[in-house]
């Protein structure tokens, strides 16, 4: 299971060019392979959400022989991969009611296709697009958040 959360987070860096603020797509500007960032939604002690940002920092390694060396971040525990689709505008009666969820596990999610924006429960609401990775932790008892898709269905794989 490390390998194919692994293979997902080196996948995710192949599709978004390693993360959001990194690469612009359609501009032709370099990013640095050494770094890989991704957005962060956790709980604080007064069980609001917030979101972060996290940066890890890759090493150079002879990853799977004969093939060049990658860079490669640490190795993290994951036993579930799995996906999920969605109808498009999935989740906007709650936003319009206001129905915030906690996560039901602390997971990776990596959008695949479509869009989707996530709301905290501190009023901060960020847009994700396919290959952006997101580490969701606000389980229970945070207040959690609220996830609506886009105009068009989505999918997204989560590693657990």
């Known amino acids: 299971m490390r390998k194919i959360l692994l ?18 797509r359609g501009t032709g500007a370099v990013y640095d392979p050494s770094r890989f960032t991704y957005t962060r939604l956790y709980c604080s ?9 996290v940066s890890v920092r ?14 490669i971040g640490d190795s993290l ?23 915030y969820h906690p ?24 847009r994700f697009h396919v290959g952006d990775v997101i580490s969701v932790e606000d389980v229970t008892p945070c207040k959690g958040h609220i996830t609506v898709a886009g105009d068009k269905p989505g999918f997204v794989m989560f590693v657990r």
């Open 7 to 24: 293979l997902t987070i080196v996948g995710a860096i192949l599709v978004s060019g390693c993360g959001p603020g990194h690469f612009q």
């Open 45 to 53: 002690a007064d069980k609001e959400s917030h979101f972060g940002t």
């Open 58 to 71: 890759l090493a150079q390694k002879n990853f799977a022989p004969p093939a060049s060396p990658i860079y």
């Open 77 to 99: 525990p994951a036993s579930n991969v799995f996906f999920a689709g969605s109808e498009a505008y999935w989740g906007a009666a709650d936003l319009r009611d206001h129905l």
């Open 103 to 126: 996560a039901p596990a602390v997971q990776f999610a990596t959008v695949l296709k479509g869009d989707l924006s996530i709301t905290a429960t501190d009023g901060e609401t960020r």
